[in-house]
T-cell receptor, first 115, second 108 residues
């Protein structure tokens, strides 16, 4: 079974430029998450999808961040324009329910550097 | 956003020792308590989890202890090995919100 696939692995951009991250979740997983992880900190939930619907985007900075999950499968996260403080690792995860409990699987992340 | 609080922030243990990481939660509606392990350059991976109807779960050298009255659960790593050096996160499994992490270093 293929895991969660993210691309690109690394991205360096200048501030004020746009950037997009792509995520392909594990087949059959209806729930998809985007996280931002700063160095030395825990993953911070940005948005959670159930199929195509964003059910929790309360922590997504909507002035510059946007996300979509077309057809309830792949997802993209966009930042426009990027700021220096957006430098972080962006993680995507998908989950299923196993024996009544949620199990989440993460991709390797995209390391964004804004210069 | 944080609904689980971890301690300590960092931990150094000698090889063969016991590593103990604690997590306190707020929402008594939680019904699943996982621990994730993250190595540098990788995403977190589910390590072990427990449901509140049991007080302890053991998988190999890893044990979760659950204290419902104190609203705490802890991870114990027995016979800690250098390969266990990683960052460990507890999480609230409904929205999958993570604690701040504990960086474990096991010295050879």
């Amino acid at each position: 079974e293929a895991g969660v696939v993210q691309s690109p692995r690394y991205k360096i951009i200048e501030k004020k430029q746009p950037v997009a991250f792509w995520c392909n979740p594990i087949s059959g997983h209806n729930t998809l998450y985007w996280y931002r992880q700063n160095l030395g900190q825990g993953p911070e939930l940005l948005i959670r999808y159930e199929n195509e619907e964003a059910v929790d985007d309360s922590q997504l900075p909507k002035d510059r961040f946007s996300a979509e999950r077309l057809k309830g499968v792949d997802s993209t996260l966009k930042i426009q324009p990027a700021e220096l403080g957006d430098s972080a690792v962006y993680l995507c995860a998908s989950s299923n329910v196993f024996e009544g409990s949620i199990r989440a699987f993460f991709g390797q992340g995209t390391r964004l550097t804004v210069v | 956003q944080q609904q689980v609080k971890q301690s300590p922030q960092s931990l150094i243990v000698q090889k063969g020792g016991i590593s103990i990481i604690n997590c306190a939660y707020e929402n008594t509606a939680f019904d699943y308590f996982p621990w994730y392990q993250q190595f540098p350059g990788k995403g977190p991976a589910l390590l072990i989890a427990i449901r509140p109807d049991v007080s302890e779960k053991k998988e190999g050298r890893f044990t979760i202890s659950f204290n419902k009255s104190a609203k705490q659960f802890s991870l114990h790593i027995m016979d800690s090995q250098p390969g266990d050096s990683a960052t460990y996160f507890c999480a609230e499994a409904y929205k999958l919100i993570f604690g701040s992490g504990t960086r474990l270093l096991v010295r050879p």
